[in-house]
């Protein structure tokens, strides 16, 4: 996809707007709880500073999580109507792609890239030289399902309880912080070298955790 890309990020902290446009970013933020009120007229900002509409776009890109609830419904929702209404492809992004890819990550293995959504909870995936797996739930148990014992391992996005749970089961912990690009713009980054989903319908929300409540069947 070499034409702009419009991208939209709501799971890792705050709600973030880019447009991708030769090279050149167009970006901002609202706070998460701004989102469902400001996140259109964001948007319509960040298309007016590109001097674009939707209809000369590329295609829409939308960070699919895991992170936060609210925040990605929300990115997910609007994404989806935009490239319904404007007739767009539609790429969907891991959060965990865009933390490795911000914190220039992907040479260091074996490799933790940590996400978290309520408190307490994370949710990581462990990239190694035989692939990834991913483990989500309270933060000392969500590591120990992924870290095996070992000399060294790099963390991404980690936060001190993760890197706490980990020191007790390796020699050594690197932490990589997330640079200080806003999510959305990375993205769209991402999403340039991303084929689309056939149908904005594929795009699906990973909401990492399994549900503190069910319904009785």
């Given at each position: 996809?070499?034409?702009?890309?419009?991208?939209?990020?709501?799971?890792?902290?705050?709600?973030?707007?880019?447009?991708?446009?030769?090279?050149?970013?167009?970006?901002?933020?609202?706070?998460?709880?701004?989102?469902?009120?400001?996140?259109?007229?964001?948007?319509?900002?960040?298309?007016?500073?590109?001097?674009?509409?939707?209809?000369?776009?590329?295609?829409?890109?939308?960070?699919?999580?895991?992170?936060?609830?609210?925040?990605?419904?929300?990115?997910?929702?609007?994404?989806?109507?935009?490239?319904?209404?404007?007739?767009?492809?539609?790429?969907?992004?891991?959060?965990?792609?865009?933390?490795?890819?911000?914190?220039?990550?992907?040479?260091?293995?074996?490799?933790?890239?940590?996400?978290?959504?309520?408190?307490?909870?994370?949710?990581?995936?462990?990239?190694?030289?035989?692939?990834?797996?991913?483990?989500?739930?309270?933060?000392?148990?969500?590591?120990?399902?992924?870290?095996?014992?070992?000399?060294?391992?790099?963390?991404?996005?980690?936060?001190?309880?993760?890197?706490?749970?980990?020191?007790?089961?390796?020699?050594?912990?690197?932490?990589?912080?997330?640079?200080?690009?806003?999510?959305?713009?990375?993205?769209?980054?991402?999403?340039?070298?991303?084929?689309?989903?056939?149908s904005p319908h594929e795009v699906a929300p990973d909401y990492g955790e399994t549900p503190a409540a069910r319904l009785r069947t």
């Open positions: 996809m070499r034409e702009p890309i419009l991208a939209l990020e709501g799971a890792l902290g705050v709600f973030s707007v880019s447009v991708l446009r030769d090279g050149d970013v167009e970006a901002g933020k609202l706070a998460g709880n701004a989102a469902l009120e400001g996140g259109l007229g964001l948007v319509r900002a960040r298309l007016l500073d590109a001097q674009l509409d939707l209809r000369a776009l590329g295609g829409i890109a939308v960070g699919t999580g895991p992170g936060g609830f609210t925040g990605l419904r929300i990115a997910i929702a609007f994404a989806k109507s935009l490239a319904f209404g404007a007739q767009r492809p539609l790429v969907g992004v891991s959060s965990f792609d865009i933390l490795d890819a911000s914190a220039d990550a992907l040479a260091r293995v074996p490799r933790l890239t940590v996400v978290h959504g309520r408190p307490g909870i994370a949710c990581i995936r462990r990239t190694d030289a035989h692939g990834t797996r991913v483990a989500c739930g309270p933060v000392a148990e969500a590591v120990a399902r992924v870290t095996e014992v070992a000399d060294e391992v790099w963390i991404v996005g980690g936060t001190e309880d993760v890197c706490s749970a980990a020191r007790e089961r390796v020699t050594s912990v690197h932490l990589l912080s997330p640079g200080p690009e806003l999510p959305a713009a990375t993205l769209a980054r991402i999403a340039r070298t991303r084929p689309p989903a056939a």
